[in-house]
Every structure is written in C-alpha cells, then in structure tokens.
C-alpha cells in the first residue's frame, strides 16, 4: 500500500518562511514523480508544481520566485520550500504522486499566514 504524510505545516507571520515534507511509503518514490497542491478554504485544490523523477521542477505564476520543490538524497522524501510567505498562501497542502496508473494523495498539512 502506498502512503504518503506531509508535515511542517504551521502558523507562520507574513513575509516568513516554512518548510513542507511529503514522506512516501510503499513505493519507489526515486523514479515517480511528485506534485505539490495546496486548498485554501472556500476554494478549489490548486496546483503549486511537480517535481520529476529527472528532479526538474516547474511552479505555478503565484508561488514563482518564493517556492522552491527539492527532494532528499535517498529520494524518499519531498519538500516545498516556502518563502516570503503571503496572505494568499494558506491553505492545506497536499502532495500527490502518481503510481502503476493510479494517483495517491497525502492527508495535507495546515499552513496558515498570519498579519
């Protein structure tokens, strides 16, 4: 069974930075790759960016210059990178992979923005 946790998400003051993680579990996560989305409330789930196996990594026009996606060295382990965080950035985040023709998503993990 392929399971995938996010973590670190928190209550952060506009303008700081937080780290996301999207552990996999059940999979080769080294050659699959893995797609950042986020839900704020009231809305619908947007997509933030990919990374792929190659590690190239592509970011939606709001999160450019401010989100970086990277992956550990063992390749189990993926993260977002956020900085000069806005009032437009919290939500729930979510990472999804696909796998042998099916899609797994996490449970996300909060981030809120405060004044």
């Known amino acids: 069974q392929v399971y995938l946790v996010e973590s670190g998400g928190d209550l952060v003051q506009a303008g700081g930075s937080l780290k996301l993680s999207c552990r996999a579990s059940?999979?080769?996560?080294?050659?699959?790759?893995m797609h950042w989305y986020r839900q704020a409330p009231g809305k619908q789930r947007e997509l933030v960016g990919p990374i792929f196996s190659s590690g190239a990594t592509d970011y939606t026009d709001s999160v450019k210059g401010r989100f970086t996606i990277s992956r550990d060295n063992a390749r189990t382990t993926r993260y977002l990178h956020m900085h000069h965080l806005k009032f437009a950035d919290p939500g729930v985040y979510y990472c999804k992979t696909p796998w042998k023709n099916r899609a797994f998503w996490g449970r996300g993990t909060q981030v809120t923005v405060s004044g």
């Open positions: 059940g999979m080769n996560f080294g050659i699959a790759s």
